[in-house]
């Protein structure tokens, strides 16, 4: 028995990096999520310390504050908290608003800086015990640091003070101790820690408890907040050395057994057998009530529908719930936080029931009766007891030609009995019935001990049916575990049948030579060959090995890997010398032949990537004499290993009997063979099978999307192949393109076909699409909107008889791209087993128009793209053109983890030409024999739409996004951000092939929701050597002058320095284009979120303004990617909001004021002189913006910072003219009352709705005496 011992074992990178060192940590408590209030097993309630001065309550030890309604009294106190109490919670006001008035609930847990982490809550008060003590297995010699981070309610007189202590384990006393630490400040989260040093004699203690301890004497405070309780290995040549103790017998403090129980709905008592040390004694457990001496928790995650209830160790398994394969964990704990874990292992009992038998008088039963005596054994440790739900059964037929099949005991009068006390006997029909069954039941309550075993005998007299010597008699047993309504519940059969024979005399001749005919890979064991069983009794067999006679079991298997061979064994009886010969021919000879060239013999051959290819039969088989014989077709995709068969249904292949197999859309080498069957026996083998190897001659494009303005020209991207080929380019007409530029002056989507012809045979094609959109910034009345598809069907080919199935699968077609279906298929061989959805239309869509699909997979290190494929839908439903993988080969390598990406692609037949298309087929296969899943979240093309500017249609409000992942605290639906469209997020490998399932972005939509408060979490603790990657669609084209802005919060340390945030990385996109450079951390302008007027006092977090630039964009990338297990913005980096904000700025003038240090400071030194007596001027981008202008005050805090912006009533400015692109606006009051508190209001309107967020920029409106030409308002990209 040991104490729990926690081992974080940090992956290193080792290539082109140097090898850091982790110190190992003991343990780090960081209480968890927030799930209610919740107690502590390491919160002492007993002990020593028991003589200590009371708490209210009764008890010197901190007790849990249960929250009471309508509470008073000593209720009252638990419920807020107050002294001598303690609770785990979270302490945001959010999740936490019943306790006690002052608790600082505007503050956040240390670890998750999240209102969904918990904390220790606790009310030290005037008692100076021991609020924490943990048990914990150290090595002699080494140094250890211990350390929490404590948050102050209370200052001065209030503070809390403390100690920490290395304590004996069993009796309390110190061994060592830290001097006593007083809190500093309020509201913060402070770390304190103190350093100790195992003594390096081995004859001395290593197991002890660590603790604090209160040390403050007060009522009035001592309240705190306590976070990441943390003991690791540390290096301190100072570190106090711990007092030599004798070494402590860990059994004798708690000791918790292992547990074993038989899988069923229903409940377990863990604990019964855990023993617990009790005044120098070891006692059972107990978890409550007035004696209660332990505590027990579960350890790790355990499934859902097993729950472990801590008050009476009661585990329960719900209906519907999953068997675990592995054993769950638990812990005991004494009342002093000294804790030893044990597990809990559920096993199908019925499938540990094994049957071996024996007979009397087998070699000469003649005058005899023969008993025949089974063996059941249970081989596992738990009872097997008979009831009404679960049974055991051995069942068996007598049967031969002539005379009555009854026992001779039990009694052949009776068809039912009671045998042995512990069977009930069944005959089965009449007595006169040939063949009769016999079946014994275990009586209901009957027990089969663990590991033990019970017997069944039984007798039978085979001398009175008068029968020759030649036939041997036998008994074909078979034991079952039946449910009540009579199926077999025992999946493990290898050991459930029993073959015994008896024979007359000892000269009897009872072994024949026989033929047995068998298929070309069946299996199939000697002993069934020769027609016993599998595991039989009273029979011998041999084989010739290097021409000596072996011995081999019963169950040894006949080789049927080659067709034609004949394969023999011999076998006797026990009782007899003579062996008799089996002769086993395995398949058919002439089996006929295969070709991949139609009319000559041919077996390997190369065929083009995404191509149709038949393999034809060359030669018929045949069978001496002529018998029926009948075709199918076998694949494989891992030369050889495994072969399926081809189903009629498969829309991957064609079958044409045996004349032709025709594999479609051909996508990787298989292997091709026909299976012949020969009717009349059903006898199968196989022909010469026959390779088509894939050529994929892939081509490669410099740059596959262009967005350009009107009238712009492009240069054709350079194109590589992987063979020697001619490639020519041709524009969306069908016309080749000579020279290597060309020119749009016209709005719209356009395509630049793209063919490489393969110089050598085959002459494969490969066709790549080149996408350019045309925009034009100065056309107001068109924009793009999505078409969506609004029918789906789907469809499986089984493997193995296993469907895949589709889940969920309205979601895909339900409008909105959060939802979706999910395609499953339980297991993948080698691509054979495909399962897909149908997404249509409900109209046929024009060729050359692109359309999207937006999916999710699980990507791993054995399931690595190829997995989800994609093909077009032609108008009548069916597919057309090539299976295409859903995302660009070279980052498909590269994803790890989950992942979320949209796949655009021009519907083309199989020559590469544009097709008219009505829908989307998503086929989830695989690439190995894994099970696979694929999320389908929708798909839709774009087309232009034409609005009016005067009277638009705007969505100020934002999309709800229904399928949005979020956390249990918040509330209501999602919606997203008025300028939002879609989020896309994964994770890529960075070369390092390391992969995690966890290493994606939790809550993705929370950072372009409209709650400010919300966010997305970039997992960095199991992302580590991953690049994480968040993608934000705008359903606006930003325009030159437009800022991004990323609100952002750090774990454990604040964003506060540049320097900290060159993992994070920035990219901007107009469609899948790359717009400008990528921008990182040293390039933000970072500032604090108070000079925005966002959030009030936000602690860590920053806004990152990522500064405009002279191009449109329409997305943006936030990449995240450290190669550092820890880094320096903690394990989580939090993303609260991704937006656009136009930067606004005075140009002229007394200087360039930017519209992103707005509201900083107060008064006018950094505000903007503007003369009232002039006009207002804002240079517009293009047509399609216009600007609502009016005025509003600040109001701040005591230390000068902006808090919120109020409007002054009466204040907009009136557009009195536009000439060009500059807008004139007239002022209509000094608003004199506002003087050192004023702000300009701009609303940015595109396309006549609100754009973005309001711009409040500092000024000064002045009286002007002589004639000042206020500076220009203008977006900036400087």
């Given at each position: 028995m040991k104490l729990n011992k926690i081992i974080y074992l940090f992956l290193l990178p080792i290539l082109m990096m140097s090898i850091k060192t982790k110190a190992?940590?003991?343990?780090?408590?960081?209480?968890?999520?927030?799930?209610?209030?919740?107690?502590?097993?390491?919160?002492?309630?007993?002990?020593?310390?028991?003589?200590?001065?009371?708490?209210?309550?009764?008890?010197?030890?901190?007790?849990?504050?249960?929250?009471f309604a309508n509470a008073s009294g000593e209720n009252l106190n638990s419920s807020n908290i107050n002294d001598g109490y303690y609770a785990i919670l979270s302490p945001h006001k959010s999740l936490n608003p019943k306790i006690g008035s002052w608790w600082n609930t505007n503050v956040y847990d240390n670890t998750t800086k999240s209102s969904i982490g918990a904390a220790?809550?606790?009310?030290?008060?005037?008692?100076?015990?021991?609020?924490y003590r943990r048990g914990v297995v150290l090595e002699h010699g080494k140094t250890y640091k211990l350390s929490a981070y404590i948050l102050n309610i209370a200052s001065g007189t209030g503070a809390h003070k403390f100690k920490m202590q290395a304590q004996n384990i069993i009796t309390e006393s110190n061994v060592g101790e830290s001097p006593v630490i007083t809190a500093t400040g309020t509201g913060v989260w402070v770390q304190y820690s103190w350093t100790f040093k195992v003594p390096t004699n081995t004859t001395c203690n290593s197991n002890i408890a660590v603790s604090f301890r209160n040390q403050a004497e007060v009522t009035q405070g001592n309240d705190v907040y306590i976070d990441d309780i943390q003991l690791e290995e540390t290096v301190d040549a100072s570190a106090v050395e711990l007092t030599c103790e004798g070494t402590v017998n860990l059994d004798n403090i708690i000791k918790p057994e292992n547990d074993t129980y038989k899988w069923t709905t229903g409940s377990y008592f863990i604990g019964q057998n855990d023993k617990v040390s009790v005044n120098n004694a070891m006692v059972t457990v107990v978890l409550s009530g007035a004696t209660k001496n332990a505590s027990i928790s579960t350890l790790g995650v355990w499934p859902t529908g097993i729950t472990l209830d801590p008050a009476t160790g009661e585990v329960?398994?719900?209906?519907?719930?999953?068997?675990?394969?592995?054993?769950?964990?638990?812990?005991?704990?004494?009342?002093?936080?000294?804790?030893?874990?044990?597990t809990v292992t559920f096993i199908k009992l019925e499938e540990n029931i094994s049957l071996t038998g024996e007979v009397s008088e087998q070699c000469n039963y003649d005058g005899k009766i023969n008993t025949y005596t089974l063996t059941i054994k249970n081989n596992s440790n738990i009872p097997f007891v008979a009831s009404a739900a679960e049974t055991l059964e051995i069942l068996f037929t007598i049967n031969h030609s002539t005379g009555l099949n009854y026992l001779d005991d039990p009694d052949p009068v009776l068809t039912t009995a009671v045998h042995q006390n512990i069977w009930n006997y069944t005959r089965g029909g009449l007595r006169v019935a040939n063949p009769l069954s016999h079946s014994f039941k275990l009586v209901n309550g009957t027990?089969?001990?663990a590991n033990g075993s019970v017997q069944l005998t039984f007798k039978k007299d085979w001398n009175l049916f008068l029968l020759t010597e030649e036939f041997r008699r036998s008994l074909d047993i078979k034991l079952s575990v039946k449910d009540s309504g009579g199926a077999n519940i025992d999946k493990d059969t290898s050991d459930n049948s029993l073959f015994i024979s008896v024979f007359k005399s000892s000269l009897a001749d009872n072994v024949p030579n026989l033929d047995v005919k068998v298929s070309q890979f069946q299996i199939i064991t000697v002993g069934e060959a020769a027609g016993l069983g599998a595991n039989t009794d009273g029979y011998t067999f041999y084989k010739i090995e290097g021409g000596v006679e072996v011995e081999i079991p019963s169950n040894y298997l006949i080789p049927t890997q080659d067709k034609g061979i004949n394969f023999q064994f011999t076998y006797k009886s026990e009782c007899k010398l003579f062996k008799a010969t089996v002769s086993v021919p395995v398949g058919i000879s002439n089996t006929g032949s295969i070709t991949t060239s139609q009319g000559v013999a041919?077996?390997?051959?190369?065929?083009?990537?995404?191509?149709?290819?038949?393999?034809?039969?060359?030669?018929?088989?045949?069978?001496?004499?002529?018998?029926?014989?009948?075709?199918?077709?076998?694949?494989?995709?891992?030369n050889g290993a495994t072969w399926l068969s081809v189903s009629s249904v498969d829309e991957n292949y064609m079958i044409n009997g045996e004349i032709s197999l025709t594999l479609k859309n051909l996508l990787e080498t298989?292997?091709?063979?026909?299976?012949?069957?020969?009717?009349?026996d059903n006898i199968t083998a196989v022909s010469n099978d026959v390779t088509v190897n894939v050529i994929h001659n892939q081509l490669t494009l410099s740059n596959t999307n262009f967005s350009i303005q009107s009238g712009s020209t492009i240069t054709l991207p350079t194109a590589i192949t992987t063979e020697p080929s001619v490639v020519v380019y041709k524009d969306h007409l069908g016309n080749v393109i000579s020279g290597n530029t060309i020119t749009y002056n016209a709005v719209g989507l356009y395509t630049i076909t793209v063919t490489a012809t393969r110089n050598s045979?085959?002459?494969?094609?490969?066709?790549?699409?080149?996408?350019?959109?045309?925009?034009?910034?100065?056309?107001?009345?068109?924009?793009?909107?999505?078409?969506?598809?609004?029918?789906?069907?789907?469809g499986s080919v089984p493997v193995l008889f296993i469907s895949g199935i589709v889940s969920y699968r309205p979601n895909a077609i339900d409008n909105d791209l959060s939802t979706h279906s999910t395609i499953t298929i339980p297991i993948g061989l080698l691509g054979l087993g495909t399962t897909w959805q149908n997404l249509r239309f409900d109209h046929t869509i024009s060729k050359g128009t692109p359309v999207t699909v937006k999916v999710g997979q699980e990507y791993s290190a054995v399931q690595v793209g190829g997995g989800v494929t994609i093909q077009a839908l032609d108008a009548a439903g069916k597919t057309i053109g090539p299976l295409l993988a859903a995302g660009d080969g070279a980052l498909l390598d590269l994803l790890v983890g989950d992942n979320v990406f949209e796949y655009s692609f021009i519907p083309k037949n199989s020559s590469g030409a544009a097709v008219d298309y009505s829908g989307v087929r998503i086929v989830v296969g695989s690439t190995v024999a894994v099970a696979n899943s694929a999320k389908v979240f929708g798909a839709f093309y774009e087309k232009k739409k034409t609005i009016d500017v005067n009277n638009p249609t705007c969505n100020t409000i934002g999309n709800v996004v229904s399928g949005a992942s979020k956390p249990s605290d918040y509330v209501g639906n999602v919606?997203?951000?008025?300028?939002?469209?879609?989020?896309?997020?994964?994770?890529?490998?960075?070369?390092?092939?390391?992969?995690?399932?966890?290493?994606?972005?939790?809550?993705?939509?929370?950072?372009?929701?409209?709650?400010?408060?919300?966010?997305?979490?970039?997992?960095?603790?199991v992302a580590a050597l991953n690049r994480q990657k968040l993608t934000v669609k705008f359903n606006q084209v930003a325009r030159p002058g437009d800022q991004v802005r990323i609100i952002m919060g750090g774990f454990e340390v604040p964003v506060l320095d540049l320097s900290l945030l060159t993992d994070i990385k920035v990219q901007r996109y107009l469609g899948n284009l790359k717009v400008g450079p990528q921008i990182n951390g040293s390039q933000f302008k970072v500032l604090d979120l108070n000079l925005l007027a966002l959030l009030g006092s936000t602690g860590n977090r920053k806004a990152l303004i990522v500064d405009a630039i002279n191009e449109p964009f329409d997305r943006v990338e936030l990449t995240y990617l450290s190669t550092v297990q820890v880094g320096l913005l903690g394990d989580y980096t939090y993303i609260y909001d991704i937006s656009i904000k136009p930067k606004l700025i005075f140009d002229g003038g007394n200087g360039i004021i930017d519209s992103t240090n707005s509201g900083s400071g107060s008064g006018s030194s950094s505000a903007t002189n503007l003369c009232a007596g002039d006009f207002l001027r804002i240079e517009k981008p293009d047509p399609c913006t216009s600007y609502q202008v009016s005025f509003a005050n600040a109001t701040k805090d005591g230390d000068g910072n902006i808090t919120s912006f109020t409007d002054i009533s009466n204040s907009s400015l009136a557009l009195v003219r536009e000439t060009g692109n500059m807008a004139f606006y007239e002022f209509n009051s000094l608003h004199a009352t506002h003087k050192d508190n004023l702000y300009i209001k701009i609303q940015t309107y595109r396309q006549g709705c609100p754009y973005a967020e309001p711009i409040y920029l500092p000024v000064n409106l002045l009286n002007c005496k002589d004639a000042i030409v206020n500076p220009v308002l203008k977006l900036s990209t400087k």
């Open positions: 190992q940590i003991i343990f780090k408590e960081d209480f968890g999520r927030h799930d209610g209030r919740k107690t502590s097993p390491y919160i002492p309630q007993g002990g020593v310390d028991s003589s200590l001065p009371k708490f209210s309550h009764g008890s010197a030890f901190y007790k849990f504050g249960e929250y220790l809550i606790l009310n030290a008060g005037a008692t100076k015990n021991q609020y329960k398994i719900a209906t519907g719930a999953v068997m675990p394969t592995a054993p769950l964990k638990y812990q005991v704990c004494n009342l002093i936080g000294a804790c030893s874990e044990a027990q089969i001990p041919q077996n390997t051959t190369n065929a083009c990537y995404g191509s149709d290819f038949v393999v034809y039969g060359l030669t018929a088989a045949s069978t001496t004499p002529v018998t029926p014989i009948t075709y199918s077709w076998e694949v494989s995709k891992d298989t292997k091709v063979r026909r299976v012949v069957k020969v009717t009349s045979t085959p002459n494969c094609v490969t066709t790549e699409t080149i996408l350019i959109n045309v925009y034009d910034l100065s056309s107001c009345n068109e924009t793009r909107e999505k078409v969506m598809v609004t029918q789906e069907g789907w919606t997203l951000n008025p300028l939002v469209d879609d989020v896309l997020w994964g994770v890529e490998d960075i070369g390092l092939g390391v992969a995690s399932s966890l290493a994606s972005i939790v809550h993705p939509y929370l950072a372009v929701d409209k709650d400010l408060e919300s966010f997305a979490i970039f997992n960095k603790s």
